[in-house]
């Protein structure tokens, strides 16, 4: 059984910096892409960032130049760097991946979520 744990949330000032980390764990064949999301009280949970597997990346326009999402090399490991962070940030992040378990299984896994939290 695949999963996905998230760690590195807590609570930072406005302009501080947070880097987030999802291992993946269990009977993993292939990852396709790899992700983060964010959902805040009252909304809906919204893309942060994704990473293909060959290195093509993408990012929310509210997070642009501040996040960067990465992979650790040889790892089932990835991560999302946040600088500068706003309080309009605040939200349980959510780790993410469409994941290869047998020749014919693809799915998507999320973690657990992590909250993280900026002070004004």
């Known amino acids: 059984q695949v999963q996905l744990v998230e760690s590195g949330g807590g609570l930072v000032q406005a302009g501080g910096s947070l880097r987030l980390s999802c291992a993946a764990s269990?009977?993993?064949?292939?990852?396709?892409?790899m992700g983060w999301y964010r959902q805040a009280p009252g909304n809906e949970r919204e893309l942060v960032a994704t990473?293909?597997?060959?290195?093509?990346?993408n990012y929310a326009d509210s997070v642009k130049g501040r996040f960067t999402i990465s992979r650790d090399n040889g790892k089932n490991t990835w991560n999302l760097q946040m600088n500068s962070l706003k309080p309009e940030d605040t939200a349980v992040y959510y780790c993410?991946?469409?994941?290869?378990?047998?020749?014919?299984?693809?799915?998507?896994?999320w973690g657990q979520g992590t909250q993280v939290t900026v002070s004004s």
């Open positions: 993410n991946a469409y994941i290869q378990t047998t020749r014919v299984m693809w799915k998507d896994y």
């Open positions: 990473l293909s597997m060959g290195g093509s990346s």
């Open positions: 269990g009977n993993i064949f292939s990852i396709n892409v």
